[in-house]
């Protein structure tokens, strides 16, 4: 069969492909966009983890520049 795609399971599962496997579960999201669920520290969190990256990132191309000689 041919051109059917994702709506193949609409008869069986009552639904399309994303109906019957979600690909995100709502309890995971907030329910406006408006607020960071994570709160201050998960954000504060997540900014050290960007600043440790781009901060190694950094310290390795230095390493192997000619800089570092």
């Known amino acids: 069969m ?5 709506y193949q399971f609409v008869d069986k599962y ?7 496997s979600p690909i995100y579960n ?11 669920v994570g709160g201050t520290t ?5 900014a050290v983890t960007l600043f440790g990256l781009l901060a190694g990132g950094a310290l390795l191309v ?3 520049s000619a800089l570092a000689q």
Do not use: E
């Open 14 to 20: 009552g639904a399309n492909v994303d109906g019957y």
């Open 42 to 46: 998960g954000l504060a969190i997540w």
């Open 26 to 36: 709502t309890d995971d999201w907030s329910p406006s966009g408006d607020v960071y």
């Open 62 to 64: 230095y390493n192997t």
């Open 2 to 6: 041919q051109g059917k795609g994702v």
